[in-house]
DNA sequence: GTCCTAAATTTTATCTATAAAATGGAGAAT
DNA sequence: ATTCTCCATTTTATAGATAAAATTTAGGAC
């Protein structure tokens, strides 16, 4: 578990990315960013090439690289690949999800409901949609939809700072409620209409 | 373009990893990589980490990289994914495929179905599969695919080497066909099932 | 003032060296 | 024979240095 350099680099660096505060199209120097964090530019790199990885950063070869542009067709896309797959994923949740899960869900659902701030709200809401598929099982599937996550992160902290205000969501509610009853059509369907709507 | 040294070492070692010339477990020793490339480790250390990146390796923090293992379930989840993105790269890919791609289709298909051996035909099996995707003009939907794309060539050459023998593939048909009439409907219900049974 | 060329600077990609952690093995104690 | 401890070896992670490519700057021609 000894967090490696890079590590820590490539943690700050995502979240600042998510944030907007490092914006689109940013170049990202090796030396700044190693003088930055007092170390040398190699740990720099790996947290660079995982920021690519993520879907985060781009190189061009020998010409750096600079954050990756959120264009809407950008947006669409990550739309429509999370209501291809969030529902899958939900409906093994379903049926594999134990009262200890769903203890954990309703109680990113409260918290999530409790934010007072745009910023603060987009962590704990991404942190619901995590804990509603977590009980799945299916790794890979899960961080595909962890980078998906990240990239709707991005877009509603760079549109929807204005637009937010505090309220209780019903549908985060109703996905829950229907997990209970074992009930994956109807937890996939409202899903789907809220991911839709949501973006 | 110019190809970095870590490019062609990611190149190389991935291209070993789907062909099982490394096995799913193998211990990747940066120096003795390094060696065999005529290199430093460093550049060896990047290509590992974009092997993780693509599911081809596993880190565990100052004890190394080895193999990724290609475990039944895993299997599972990688077909399952294919079958919720790929009908939604296809239906946008019919939408929009020009007269040139089917054509570039059409040519990938009949060179699949003229394969001779196991590992040519999984090569050109798999470009069909990117070719009757391509046109539909969303780089990260694709991107996912081409790493579930490895994972089910990985499985192939471990489990299909002795089932094999030359063929042409009725499906692969059917869906350029539907393709060209513009019927999205029946190119992803081939599609579908062509990849529920195929593995 | 604008455009082009060439030197100066910056930045990336790689190499060599070093420190720290992990692995493997030999010998001692039980 | 088995387990434990300590040392030697291997291996990873990071630092510092260097070469090559790209970008910027400065000066001159028009």
């Known amino acids: 578990m000894t967090a490696t350099i890079a590590d820590t680099i490539y943690a700050r660096l995502s979240q600042q990315i998510i944030t907007g505060a490092l914006p689109a199209g940013e170049k990202l120097r090796q030396d700044h960013i190693a003088r930055a964090f007092d170390t040398s530019h190699v740990p720099v790199r790996e947290a660079l090439l995982?920021?690519?990885?993520?879907?985060?950063?781009?190189?061009?070869?020998?010409?750096?690289?600079?954050?990756?542009?959120?264009?809407?067709?950008?947006?669409?896309?990550?739309?429509?690949?999370?209501?291809?797959?969030?529902?899958?994923?939900?409906?093994?949740?379903?049926?594999?999800?134990?009262?200890?899960?769903?203890?954990?869900?309703?109680?990113?659902?409260?918290?999530?409901?409790?934010?007072?701030?745009?910023?603060?709200?987009?962590?704990?809401?991404?942190?619901?949609?995590?804990?509603?598929?977590?009980?799945?099982?299916?790794?890979?599937?899960?961080?595909v939809i962890d980078d998906l996550h990240i990239a709707s992160a991005r877009h509603l902290h760079t549109h929807w700072r204005k637009r937010w205000r505090q309220r209780t969501d019903a549908d985060h509610a109703a996905i829950l409620m229907a997990m209970k009853r074992r009930d994956a059509e109807t937890a996939c369907d409202v899903l789907r209409r809220h991911l839709r709507r949501a973006l």
């Open 50 to 143: 995982r920021l690519e990885a993520h879907g985060l950063a781009q190189s061009e070869p020998r010409r750096g690289m600079r954050v990756t542009a959120l264009d809407p067709a950008e947006i669409r896309e990550v739309i429509e690949m999370r209501v291809a797959l969030e529902p899958l994923a939900l409906q093994h949740a379903v049926q594999r999800a134990t009262p200890g899960d769903l203890q954990v869900i309703d109680d990113a659902r409260l918290v999530c409901d409790a934010a007072e701030g745009m910023p603060s709200w987009e962590a704990r809401n991404r942190a619901f949609h995590r804990a509603i598929l977590t009980p799945c099982g299916m790794p890979r599937l899960l961080s």
